[in-house]
Nanobody, 124 residues
Framework: QVQLVESGGGLVQAGGSLQLSCAAS????????VGWFRQAPGKEREFVAS????????YYGDTVKGRFTISRDNGKNTAYLLMNGLKPEDTAAYFC?????????????????WGQGTQVTVSS
């Protein structure tokens, strides 16, 4: 069984940056594709970004493309989400997830393991 722990959330002003981390324990990260999702109050969970096991393939949601960067360090068993140019509409709980898929899935239904989430709040 693998556990995921997100960190790095917080309060930031619009235009600022944050980097989220997702640390894996129990099994090595290279076993999984990694995705980031977010959910704002009263809204459905939204795909943010995903990365394949080898980091060769990445996908981004349209609302974050060009501002966010997903990466991973398999040696450190940790995945990251660098968020630049943050906007108030980026405010949400952010979740990392692991999938045994060989690519970089964008659908949450393909992800098997989820972290507890970390809150990101962007003030205007």
């Amino acid at each position: 069984q693998v556990q995921l722990v997100e960190s790095g959330g917080g309060l930031v002003q619009a235009g600022g940056s944050l980097q989220l981390s997702c640390a894996a324990s129990g099994r090595t990260l290279i076993t999984y594709a990694v995705g980031w999702f977010r959910q704002a109050p009263g809204k459905e969970r939204e795909f943010v970004a995903s990365i394949s096991r080898s980091s060769r393939v990445t996908y981004y949601g349209d609302t974050v493309k060009g501002r966010f960067t997903i990466s991973r360090d398999n040696g450190k068993n940790t995945a990251y989400l660098l968020m630049n140019g943050l906007k108030p509409e980026d405010t949400a709980a952010y979740f990392c997830a692991f999938s045994t898929a060989t690519i970089a899935p964008t659908s949450e239904r393909v992800y098997d393991y989820w972290g507890q989430g970390t809150q990101v709040t962007v003030s205007s």
